[in-house]
C-alpha cells in the first residue's frame, strides 16, 4: 500500500472513498473537480487519480466509468480517519438500556443489538472464553439402547451435550435422581474444579456400596470429559446485511455467494468464533478490510472490532459488513460501545 501521497491526493482520495461509500457508483473525475474543494481542474484530478491507480488505491470497473476503491483505498481512508478521531461521546440512552441487563448474556445480547441499530450492519458481541464458566446443572436423558445424553449447562448461557455409551441401560427415573444429586454437590462450581472434585470422590469411594451414587458419578465424569467452554457469541442484523448486498447494483452479482457464506458462518457460530478469535487483536480497536482478512470467507466482509474487559478476561464486540461500509459511523459506534460495556461490568 502506497505510503509517500502528497496531501493533494490523500484529499482526493478520501473524498472519492468517501462519495463512493454514500452512493454506491464509480465517482468521476468531472464529479471531484466540482466537489473536492480542492480547486483543481477535471484534467488535473485525472492525472491524480491515474497516479492513485498506478499505486493500487483505485480501479476503474469499465473503461467509461469513473473509480472506485481497493482495499487498500479504503485501508488508505480509514488509517486518516483512525488518525484524526476523537474520543466518541457517551450514550446516555445506551448505557442505560445495557444497564437493564440482568446477566452478560443478556449484556452482550444487548450490545449487538445496539450496534446492529446504530451501524445497519450485522452487529456481534463475542464474550469471554470460559475457564472461569461455573456448572449451572446438569442433565442425564435416557435414549435407545444403552446410551444416555449429557446435557450440561454452564454460566453465561452455555450448553454442551454429549452422547454416552454405558454398561447398562438407564430408566429416567434412575437418570433424574443421578442429576439431582450432582447438581446438589457440585453446582457453582467451574468445569474443571467439578471435573476434578468428581474424579476425587470416585477415587475416595471405590468400594461404592450406593449404586446411584456410583452411576451418578460414572456419568458426570464421562459427561464433562473434553468439555472446554467456549467464548459465547451473538449476532443481530443479519437482514440488514441481505438489504445492503441486494441494493448495491456493484454487489448484485456476487451477493448470493456472499450471503451464502455470512449466513454458512452464523449458523455454525463456532466457526465464526474461531474466525474472529484470530482476526481480533487483544486490546484497543481492530479494522480489517476486505482481503487483509486471513481466511478467504471473511474476505468479502469488513470488520471494525473492539475489545472490552470484565475485570479479569477480555471479550469482543464489532460489526460486520460490506467493504463498502461507512467507516467512520462503524469506528464511532463500536469503539462507544465496547467502552460502555466494560463502563458497566466495571459499576454494575
Known amino acids: 500500500m502506497a505510503t509517500d501521497l502528497t496531501d493533494r491526493q490523500r484529499r482526493?482520495?478520501?473524498?472519492?472513498?468517501?462519495?463512493?461509500?454514500?452512493?454506491?457508483?464509480?465517482?468521476?473525475?468531472?464529479?471531484?473537480?466540482?466537489?473536492?474543494?480542492?480547486?483543481?481542474?477535471?484534467?488535473?484530478?485525472?492525472?491524480?487519480?491515474?497516479?492513485?491507480?498506478?499505486?493500487?488505491?483505485?480501479?476503474?470497473?469499465?473503461?467509461?466509468?469513473?473509480?472506485?476503491p481497493t482495499d487498500s483505498g479504503y485501508r488508505m481512508y480509514v488509517d486518516g480517519l483512525l488518525h484524526s478521531r476523537r474520543r466518541p461521546r457517551v450514550q446516555a440512552?445506551?448505557?442505560?438500556?445495557?444497564?437493564?441487563?440482568?446477566?452478560?448474556?443478556?449484556?452482550?445480547?444487548?450490545?449487538?443489538?445496539e450496534l446492529s441499530r446504530a451501524s445497519q450492519h450485522v452487529g456481534f458481541a463475542m464474550g469471554p472464553a470460559g475457564e472461569a464458566a461455573r456448572l449451572e446443572h446438569i442433565d442425564f436423558v435416557t435414549l435407545e439402547g444403552r446410551r444416555v445424553l449429557v446435557i450440561i449447562v454452564g454460566t453465561g448461557g452455555?450448553?454442551?451435550?454429549?452422547?454416552?455409551?454405558?454398561?447398562?441401560?438407564?430408566?429416567?427415573?434412575?437418570?433424574?435422581?443421578?442429576?439431582?444429586?450432582?447438581n446438589r454437590q457440585f453446582a457453582g462450581l467451574t468445569l474443571h474444579e467439578a471435573r476434578a472434585a468428581i474424579a476425587e470422590q470416585m477415587r475416595q469411594e471405590r468400594m461404592l456400596y450406593d449404586v446411584l451414587l456410583a452411576r451418578a458419578l460414572r456419568l458426570a465424569r464421562t459427561g464433562l470429559a473434553d468439555v472446554t467452554p467456549e467464548p459465547t457469541m451473538h449476532v443481530q442484523g443479519a437482514s440488514l446485511l441481505l438489504d445492503e448486498l441486494l441494493g448495491d447494483a456493484g454487489l448484485r452479482e456476487r451477493a448470493l455467494d456472499t450471503l451464502r457464506t455470512l449466513f454458512k458462518m452464523l449458523e455454525e457460530k463456532h466457526r465464526l468464533i474461531e474466525l474472529l478469535t484470530q482476526t481480533i487483536e487483544v486490546n484497543g480497536?481492530?479494522?480489517?478490510?476486505?482481503?487483509?482478512?486471513?481466511?478467504?470467507?471473511?474476505?468479502?466482509?469488513?470488520?471494525?472490532?473492539?475489545?472490552?474487559?470484565?475485570?479479569?478476561?477480555?471479550?469482543?464486540?464489532?460489526?460486520?459488513?460490506?467493504?463498502?461500509?461507512?467507516y467512520q459511523r462503524a469506528i464511532s459506534v463500536v469503539d462507544g460501545v465496547s467502552q460502555l460495556v466494560t463502563k458497566v461490568l466495571e459499576k454494575p
Open 12 to 68: 482526493l482520495l478520501a473524498r472519492l472513498v468517501a462519495e463512493y461509500i454514500e452512493q454506491g457508483e464509480p465517482v468521476s473525475s468531472a464529479w471531484l473537480a466540482d466537489h473536492s474543494d480542492l480547486g483543481l481542474s477535471s484534467a488535473t484530478v485525472r492525472n491524480i487519480l491515474a497516479r492513485l491507480e498506478e499505486q493500487g488505491l483505485l480501479r476503474q470497473p469499465h473503461t467509461s466509468a469513473g473509480r472506485v
Open 158 to 182: 452455555q450448553v454442551t451435550h454429549k452422547v454416552v455409551e454405558t454398561e447398562e441401560p438407564y430408566d429416567s427415573h434412575v437418570l433424574t435422581q443421578a442429576a439431582t444429586y450432582i
Open 93 to 113: 440512552d445506551i448505557e442505560a438500556r445495557l444497564r437493564r441487563a440482568g446477566t452478560m448474556t443478556d449484556l452482550l445480547e444487548n450490545a449487538s443489538q
Open 285 to 326: 480497536l481492530t479494522i480489517v478490510i476486505g482481503t487483509e482478512h486471513l481466511s478467504p470467507d471473511l474476505q468479502p466482509f469488513s470488520i471494525v472490532a473492539a475489545t472490552f474487559h470484565d475485570g479479569d478476561r477480555t471479550g469482543s464486540i464489532g460489526v460486520i459488513g460490506p467493504t463498502r461500509m461507512r
